[in-house]
């Protein structure tokens, strides 16, 4: 899958669950929740234990899911999680060595920032889209829509209090796609043995999603 279509199938599906949890087996069981709602993108973090296995498992197991590292801080991070099966690659801030280990294997890179400044410098360092994080202790969707207004070439994934609530306020602000965390992947439900609540949240997403869409065409 080239880089291109990594970012157009990021674009369509315009969601990024951040999978967090705490062992590979639950993991696995949140990737599998998440996709049976039909959101076949997934960011593994860095934080997971054992995140290198999970991203192996998928790619072995889920070839329809697209994979993506997550909380990636340097470049060898990058290359073990891309050498895995990963097909981008997230950082919470601006790492340029990371950002060329991506460019080395034509991966997409999606680097964090926040201000108009960080967003600029990870952009002309060579960013696919910026992940600008965290957007909800900067006023959410009005920040993003500040940002954009000046810099509508860069492409901005907004994360960090998206939810069902605020998803279309941010997609009306100019996201490329939403960064979604804990109101989607619901680690409280899935220790509850309640998976479907995840898969239920992930098509309510995904409704909103393509609404959005289909009324922008």
């Known amino acids: ?28 069981a949140l990737a599998e ?3 049976a709602g039909g959101v076949t993108v997934l960011e593994i973090t860095m ?5 290198i296995q999970v991203m192996r498992k998928l790619a072995e197991q889920r070839p329809d899911i697209l994979i993506g590292a997550g909380t990636v801080l340097d470049a ?10 990963a097909k981008f690659v997230v950082s919470p801030a601006l790492n340029v060595k990371t950002i060329e280990m991506c460019h080395r294997y034509s991966i997409a890179a999606l680097p964090g920032a926040l201000t108009p400044t960080e967003v600029v410098n990870a952009w ?6 910026v992940k600008i994080f965290p957007a909800s202790a900067m006023g959410g969707a009005k920040y993003l ?4 207004a000046p810099l509508p070439q860069v492409e901005m994934i907004p994360t960090g209090g998206v939810s ?6 941010f997609l009306d602000a100019g996201a490329f796609a939403l960064g979604v965390g804990a109101d989607l992947v619901n680690t ?18 995904l409704a909103i999603v393509k609404e959005y869409q289909a009324g922008k065409k």
């Open 76 to 85: 060898e991070t990058a290359r073990a999680c891309i050498l895995e099966g």
């Open 124 to 129: 002309q360092a060579g960013a696919d889209v």
């Open 47 to 51: 934080t997971v234990p054992g995140a």
């Open 188 to 205: 409280k439900a899935m220790a509850e043995g309640k998976p479907e609540v995840v898969t239920e949240s992930a098509k309510k997403y």
């Open 145 to 148: 829509s500040s940002l954009k």
């Open 33 to 35: 929740a998440i996709a």
């Open 164 to 169: 069902l609530d605020t998803a279309k306020s």
């Open 1 to 28: 899958m080239t880089k291109a279509a990594v970012l157009a199938s990021l674009k369509e599906i315009g969601l990024v669950p951040v999978l967090r949890a705490e062992s590979v087996d639950k993991a696995l």
